[in-house]
């Protein structure tokens, strides 16, 4: 079964710029759920996806927003990019079948803004 | 507010030997705990879970200890390889928070040959 992947892997913006990344899950997943890694903060959740439906959010600004497809598929969009944003953003997907659930990360994708 | 907590920043062991990552957490509604390994520019990858009714787990190398009244948990790795030096990350969830997982800083592990 192939696993979650990421497009783009790399992308460089410049500050006040927007920019998608989008994250197809595990086929047979449903839930997709989005994490920031910088050195200085680590692993940062940002949001879930269920069913099309956003049914968690971590601390970000509201310019960070996400949404999903029917297919599962998910992208995430920042709005007026900061230098700050500059991270490694992470997709996981899982089955969400209730109670105890294992996510699965796909490979990232690198985000450098000048 | 950290409430997932890897107090060692690195770890260095040799080969063969037995290899202990540690973790600690506050929160006492989580009730899921995870283990993932990260090479650089890569996503993490899921190691091993365990559940709050259980106290260990294991899965060939790796057993996971739960410790829920010291509020710590501790993946073992025996016999540690080379292959297995990467970044090492706990994270913790809370059922009724969904899949929002909290994550430790991560610990270097250093497998010398």
């Known amino acids: 079964k192939a696993g979650v992947t990421q497009t783009p892997r790399y992308l460089i913006k410049t500050r006040g710029q927007q920019v998608t990344l989008s994250c197809s899950p595990i086929?047979?997943?449903?839930?997709v759920s989005w994490y920031q890694q910088t050195p200085g903060q680590g692993l940062q959740f940002l949001f879930e996806y269920f069913s099309e439906t956003q049914r968690n959010k971590g601390n970000f600004p509201g310019r960070f927003s996400g949404r999903q497809f029917s297919n599962s598929r998910s992208e995430m969009n920042v709005s007026t990019l900061e230098l700050g944003d500059s991270a490694l953003y992470l997709c996981?997907?899982?089955?969400?079948?209730?109670?105890?659930?294992?996510?699965?990360f796909g490979p990232g994708t690198r985000l450098t803004v000048l | 507010d950290q409430q997932v907590k890897q107090n060692s920043p690195s770890l260095s062991v040799q080969e063969g030997r037995i290899s202990i990552l540690n973790c600690d957490y506050t929160n006492s509604m989580f009730d899921y705990f995870l283990w993932y390994k990260k090479y650089p520019a890569e996503g993490p990858t899921f190691l091993i879970s365990i559940s709050s009714i259980k106290d260990k787990n294991e899965d060939g190398r790796f057993t996971v200890f739960l410790n829920k009244s010291a509020k710590h948990l501790s993946l073992h790795i025996v016999p540690s390889q080379p292959g297995d030096s990467a970044v090492y990350f706990c994270?913790?969830?809370?059922?009724?928070?969904?899949?929002?997982?909290?994550f430790g800083a991560g610990t270097i592990l250093r497998v010398k040959s």
């Open positions: 996981a997907s899982s089955l969400r079948t209730g109670g105890i659930d294992t996510q699965y």
């Open positions: 086929s047979g997943h449903r839930s």
């Open positions: 994270a913790a969830s809370a059922s009724q928070y969904g899949n929002k997982l909290d």
